[in-house]
């Protein structure tokens, strides 16, 4: 790095912490004057501060076993979307990024953006070989701006952990860390690169011809820089544009829902941000997966113990129910099936105060209250879930505002179209 780029990168330190320190400062001064909700000011606070904030939001919100009930549902609304930044700065960037003239990479690149996110923003684009692509810029600074955050975000732990030793989260250290090493994966677009690899690869192994993921063009894509083939179709929560290429919505669905179950199993990662803005249906009627950003990885038996319990629940079996959570979370003590049985039982009693079984048809709307729930139950029994079970447990969430709109009387655990276990080769055959 040349010494330009250091103090480049030092003044951005700096003004970074100025900007931070004015914006909690105003954050301070209107909770004083007007009392909001904690979590609330916080969200908004956190959206104000941008990129790593805006992150580190998305993880409270998906790490219910980590932080209090009324943060993680406030988060749940946290916006990605930010004022795009002009095309001077991205052009800027893609030179510096490659040791040779844009024209000899790209024919055309379109200057208004796609998408603007906090870390990152999307144009259209023409190879000069012709292909149609979109590129995925990394934000001049980002990763500047990230690691004052993270190093900010420790400071405060350091002091918390100081002066309110009794906290409730007393592996504040732990939780910063696993944001960073998160945060820091997000911002490596040659990781990326690999997670859509890896997942082509199962898509081959398996002979899955219905959904694919965009091809990755290697000799023009750096660790700042990823350009990908270009996708064109709908998304899958429009049901009248699907209509244009699929006579069955619902199947495409399916379809989609069943290859991410395998992927569980099967592939070495699971797409855990498969939200509608990177689940497209495309005009030729395959399933597109897109942005494969957020990645979880989970043990096989994880799954099947989710799937167990799940099933458990279609029968109102609170004893199976509590024998699969335990294999669902990792505990050092020795937990009482008994009285956790009986613990579950109340939940859906105060939960429902009618059949469970409703829950998972998605008839109620409670499976993100009854996530919660069962999380909270867990720790009073010392089960702690593994961190990725958050990410599959949010990903569920989307697949069931997917089928609101698509399919809204399929039973999640009862269709018979519905593979949630895959009968594959084992995954240590599948991906070597």
């Known amino acids: 790095m040349s010494e330009n780029h250091l103090l480049l990168n030092s003044l951005r330190s700096i003004a970074r912490i100025g900007e931070t320190t004015l914006v909690l400062a105003a954050a301070g001064i209107r909770y004083a004057n007007q009392k ?195 996708f064109y179709g709908v998304s899958m929560t429009n049901i009248d544009a699907m209509k244009q290429y699929t006579k069955d919505p619902a199947q495409a669905l399916i379809t989609a829902m069943n290859t991410w179950f395998a992927s569980l199993m099967l592939c070495k990662s699971f797409h855990a941000d498969l939200h509608a803005g990177n689940l497209m249906l495309l005009t030729d009627g395959r399933v597109g997966f897109i942005d494969f950003g957020i990645v979880g990885q989970l043990k096989p038996e994880v799954w099947q113990a989710s799937i167990s319990f ?34 579950i039982e109340k939940m859906f009693q105060t939960l429902l105060m009618a059949d469970p079984q409703k829950i998972i048809s998605g008839e109620t709307g409670d499976l993100n209250t009854l996530l919660m729930d069962m999380v909270q139950v867990g720790e009073r029994h010392g089960i702690r879930f593994p961190s990725d079970f958050a990410l599959l447990m949010k990903q569920m969430l989307y697949f069931d505002r997917f089928m609101q709109v698509l399919t809204p009387h399929m039973d999640l655990f009862g269709d018979a179209r519905l593979q949630l276990v895959a009968d594959v080769e084992p995954v240590s055959k599948l991906i070597h």
């Open 310 to 343: 799940m099933q458990a629940l279609q029968t109102t079996n609170y004893a199976l129910m509590a024998e699969n959570m335990v294999s669902m979370g990792m505990t050092h003590a020795k937990v009482d099936l008994k009285v956790l049985q009986s613990d």
């Open 36 to 230: 909001p909700p904690t979590s609330l000011l916080v969200r908004e606070t956190f959206e104000k501060l941008g990129a790593t904030y805006i992150k580190l939001g998305q993880f409270i919100a998906s790490s219910p076993s980590l932080f209090p009930r009324e943060y993680v549902e406030e988060f749940q609304g946290c916006l990605d979307q930010t004022t795009p930044i002009p095309f001077s700065e991205i052009q800027a960037l893609l030179i510096d990024e490659f040791d040779r003239p844009l024209t000899e990479i790209f024919s055309h690149i379109e200057q208004k953006p796609l998408a603007s996110a906090s870390i990152a923003q999307v144009h259209a684009a023409t190879l000069v070989t012709g292909e149609d692509v979109v590129i995925k810029v990394q934000k001049p600074g980002v990763e500047t701006i990230l690691h004052t955050d993270l190093g900010f975000v420790h400071f405060a732990t350091k002091l918390l952990e100081r002066f309110v030793p009794k906290l409730k989260f007393a592996s504040l250290a732990a939780i910063v860390n696993e944001i960073k090493i998160r945060m820091v994966r997000e911002v490596d677009f040659i990781e990326e690169a690999q997670n859509i690899l890896d997942f082509q690869h199962f898509l081959e192994k398996t002979n899955n011809t219905q959904v694919v993921v965009p091809k990755v063009y290697a000799k023009a894509s750096t660790r700042r820089v990823l350009t990908m083939e270009r």
